[in-house]
C-alpha cells in the first residue's frame, strides 16, 4: 500500500496534478507513502529493506543530526555563491543545489566522526 501510495503520488504530481491546486495533496500522498513503506520494511529481510540498510541512506541517516543542526550556517556562508549563480537559470540552481549538499555533508560528517561518535562511545559508562 505504501508504495503504491508513492508511486501514485508523485506520478500525480509530476503530471495531473502538477501547476494545480492538487499538487500539495500529490506530493504528500507520495511522501506518505514512502514514510509508510520505510516503516513497513523495518527489520524485514527483503531486497527493499536491504537497499535500504545500505549505501548512501544509512550514511546520510548516520550524519542525520549533524545535517540538521548545521545546514542554515553553510547555507548562509555559501550565500555569496547562489547570488552569482542565479544568473544561469536551472544549471545555476542545480549547481547551488549541489554545493550546498556536498559542503553541509562535509560539515555534517566531520561533526560525526570528531565529536558525535566519540560522545556516544561514552554511553556505556552511564
Known amino acids: 500500500m505504501g508504495l503504491g501510495a508513492f508511486v501514485l503520488g508523485f506520478a500525480a504530481a509530476a503530471t495531473v496534478a502538477g501547476g494545480t491546486s492538487l499538487l500539495d495533496t500529490a506530493l504528500a500522498l507520495g511522501f506518505g507513502g514512502a514514510v509508510l513503506a520505510l516503516i513497513t520494511t523495518t527489520g524485514a529481510r527483503n531486497p527493499v529493506s536491504a537497499l535500504l ?25 555559501f550565500g555569496w555563491f547562489d547570488a552569482r549563480m542565479y544568473q544561469y537559470g536551472a544549471a545555476g540552481i542545480l549547481a547551488v543545489v549541489a554545493l550546498r549538499l556536498a559542503a553541509t555533508t562535509v560539515v555534517a560528517s566531520a561533526l560525526w566522526y570528531g565529536y558525535e561518535s566519540q560522545i ?3 554511553k556505556r559508562y552511564f
Not at 540498510?53 to 542525520?64: D, E, V
Open 53 to 77: 540498510r545500505s549505501g548512501p541512506l544509512a550514511f546520510y541517516g548516520r550524519i542525520s543530526y549533524g545535517l540538521y543542526m548545521t545546514h542554515i550556517m553553510v547555507f548562509i556562508y
Open 120 to 122: 556516544l562511545k561514552l
